[in-house]
């Protein structure tokens, strides 16, 4: 059932390293970029981090020259990154020459001049815990195919566990991901996050990135430790640690 | 529920079909339509789910929204009625739990235990796409075939109001709608958490106290649920039960 989440994740551990990657979460996040451009037939692909107090930045991107196109969006305070934020939703933009610039009149045409003619960006969320969003971007005109929708959504999943792990120093990607633990005891999941952030006085995308740390770091199934805080075996804010 | 006054049925799909509004809310929309699906039946519940971009059935909404419920739909991953009606587009009716072990090994035994007698389930269709499904579980088998036709109308009418048929003419604009109504749930068990922690409630509880503030203070449920994890570190006040 889970087909796509796997070969996402077989996509990106594929990616070759390059020269200049960095290490950790960053080195991840560009092979999920580069993955991700090759599997959507995106010209450029960047993941942008953010945070609902305002602290915000370039994660990582495909190519070294869509950074300042990532970045231009946070200088202008415009952009399909900043709108997936702020809505949640998917931002779906097949044709730049179709209304963008009354949407964006800064960005869009600067998208316009380096030969970008769609751009599509998924915010990075688990409910209303927000980490950023991903942008892709095409040279040419025209939606995205289901399949490339549903991968894009995939990507973005993979790029917020990346996020999170890395928030805890987990080696990315190595928690306790759960390609299945997680699906059966979703609401429990979403449950103990809240728990858990109230328990020790943190966000919520902090309470995910503890919850998942733990899990590694107990070798538990997340799905596991999460119906142990909703019934109250476990608790984060005395002697677990 | 053989006797269903024709006066009552329209009424019903008129309520079903007024999605139109200015504060539309999909989590309200939904819980709204198993509680009247649920009125229908002189006994039973009703539970609504969608299907996320990696194919996994999703808790949405129910009749009641109590663990014991919430958990008999989430287990549905593996197999069960709602999954079936899935897969297959089609309806499932008048099954006998008792002697459904065979088919659905995990489903079967643990609706019996929670006190259910029969199931039936409902596709949730747009054209040829299905999105989810809704499972009635009830005491007796009780359906002819004028009402799983009755039933069936109702979710078609409910996913076109839903999806806000002019809003829809690409499949990657749906499952972006899709996509907001799934996080908007997650924002829901996200507060429940926080609340059942601050509180020192269960998660059940927790939510009655987040969905009777909603009410008394003429407010979406979605949105004090939003309010209540965005003030995080700030605990919720919502006054006396």
């Known amino acids: ?241 | 529920m053989t006797t269903v006054s024709a006066e009552r049925l329209a009424t019903l799909f008129v309520q079903v079909a007024d999605t139109l509004v200015d504060e539309f809310d999909v989590v309200e929309f939904l819980q709204m339509l198993t509680q009247r699906v649920a009125d229908l039946f002189d006994t039973g519940e009703v539970g609504l789910m969608l299907a996320d971009h990696r194919g996994r059935l999703t808790f949405m909404a129910a009749s009641d929204e109590s663990a014991r419920l919430l958990e008999l739909f989430q287990l549905q991953h593996g197999d069960g009625p709602c999954l079936d009606a899935f897969r297959t587009a089609r309806p499932v009716t008048n099954v006998n739990l008792a002697a459904a072990t065979g088919k659905w090994p995990r489903f079967a035994p643990r609706a019996a235990r929670a006190g259910f007698e029969s199931v039936h389930a409902f596709p949730l269709r747009l054209r040829k796409e299905v999105i989810g499904a809704m499972g009635v579980f009830g005491s007796a088998a009780e359906l002819d075939e004028a009402d799983t036709l009755i039933v069936q109308s109702l979710a078609d009418v409910a996913v076109i109001g839903l999806l806000q048929e002019r809003a829809i003419r690409r499949g990657e604009i749906l499952t972006g709608q899709l996509q907001g109504a799934l996080n908007s749930r997650i924002v829901i068990e996200q507060a429940k958490g926080v609340v059942a922690q601050a509180r020192g409630v269960s998660p059940d509880d927790a939510f009655t106290l987040i969905r009777d503030f909603a009410r008394r203070n003429n407010r979406r449920l979605s949105e004090v649920a939003e309010a209540i994890v965005t003030a995080l570190p700030a605990l919720p006040d919502l006054g006396s039960p």
């Open chain 1, 1 to 241: 059932m889970d087909d796509r989440i796997v070969r996402v994740a077989r996509l990106i551990a594929d990616e070759p390293a390059r020269t200049g990657d960095r290490g950790g979460v960053a080195g991840v996040l560009r092979r999920l970029c580069s993955a991700a451009e090759r599997a959507m037939s995106a010209h450029g692909v960047g993941v942008s981090v953010m945070a609902d107090d305002g602290m915000r930045g370039v994660a990582a991107v495909s190519e070294p020259s869509y950074e300042p196109l990532e970045e231009l969006q946070f200088t202008l305070g415009e952009g399909p990154c900043l709108d997936a934020f702020a809505t949640r939703r998917p931002v779906l933009v097949p044709d730049l020459s179709d209304g963008a610039t009354r949407r964006w009149p800064g960005y869009a045409p600067a998208l316009h001049g380096l030969g970008v003619r769609a751009v599509f960006a998924f915010p990075l969320q688990i409910g209303a815990a927000r980490l950023g969003a991903l942008d892709v971007f095409r040279d040419e005109p025209g939606s995205l195919t289901a399949g490339e929708f549903r991968d894009a959504l995939t990507f973005a999943d993979v790029a917020v566990t990346t996020l999170l792990d890395g928030q805890a120093q987990a080696p990315p990607g190595t928690a306790a991901d759960g390609l299945d633990e997680v699906i059966e005891q979703r609401a429990e999941l979403f449950q103990a996050q809240g728990m858990v952030a109230v328990q020790l006085g943190i966000s919520l995308t902090d309470a995910m990135a503890r919850l998942r740390a733990y899990a590694y770091a107990e070798d538990k199934a997340l799905g596991e430790v999460a119906r142990d805080v909703v019934a109250r075996r476990l608790s984060f804010d005395s002697g677990h640690s």
